[in-house]
């Protein structure tokens, strides 16, 4: 079936010296991998420079469901970037929001809303000169809500309380496991889930506040989504924002 979409690239992986493998979040399909010939002139249809970390795109193939490796008829940038790719600091988010977005959405099959709120978000950052600090935390934590794992809390915390995270909800006691925040950091989760991109200036976190924070957003995905890893991009992330 002919199928026409906008897409996120995800991650690009070399399959063999004539060909990559790119992964694709489609507004149309969700996930998808396609198999990517690496051109041999200029002139080439589909170039491979299309296939960095997080460009958008308009694509067009054939879509065989019970092909593991779908094959691209046409494929053009969609919104160039004019910042992301070349600050410094804004190239670090993109590394890190490609491979946090890889993991925690390779199996995902729910795609026109996610990849609005993914396309958006971007194209947000990129027109940013400044205050995106937090742009990331924002984005992670609302990004569960579109994969049905936003928290189950109320507008706060209720005093003594723990914030057990994978049942994703406050509790009266300790959970029999390790993903539980008590205290100031349990009472700070409902403050997280109201932050958005307009107000997050406002949330003043040190090095050390939001190097925890990703900490913490790294493992309630580990705790709720299969095969999420701890990720290595996290450690280049927390050399930028002071």
């Not at 970390?53 to 694509?59: E, G």
């Not at 057990?164 to 409902?190: K, R």
């Amino acid at each position: 079936m002919l199928t026409k979409s906008q897409a996120v690239v995800l991650r690009t992986i070399k399959y063999n010296d004539t060909s990559n493998v790119a992964v694709l979040f489609t507004a149309a399909e969700g996930a998808v991998s396609f198999l990517v010939r690496i051109p041999k002139t200029q002139r080439a249809g589909v170039k491979s420079k299309l296939f960095q970390p997080l460009t958008l795109l308009d694509i067009e193939w054939d879509h065989q469901p019970k092909r593991a490796l779908q094959r691209l008829r046409n494929c053009r940038c969609d919104r160039p970037y004019a910042t992301l790719p070349y600050e410094p600091a804004k190239a670090a988010v993109g590394l890190f929001l490609s491979e946090f977005l890889y993991y925690a959405l390779r199996q995902e099959r729910n795609g026109e809303p996610l990849h609005d709120y993914i396309a958006r978000s971007l194209q947000w950052l990129d027109l940013q000169r400044g205050g995106y600090a937090n742009f990331h935390l924002v984005f992670v934590i609302r990004l569960s809500h579109f994969l049905g794992l936003w928290p189950n809390v109320g507008r706060r915390a209720v005093p003594g309380q723990c914030f057990d995270m994978l049942a994703s909800c406050y509790s009266a006691t300790l959970p029999e496991h390790d993903g539980v925040l008590t205290g100031a950091e349990a009472a700070l989760v409902p403050s997280l889930l109201r932050m958005n991109y307009e107000t997050m200036h406002r949330f003043r976190f040190g090095r050390g506040e939001r190097q925890r924070v990703l900490d913490v957003v790294n493992t309630y995905y580990r705790l709720h989504v299969p095969g999420f890893p701890w990720l290595k991009s996290l450690a280049v992330l927390k050399e930028v924002f002071d």
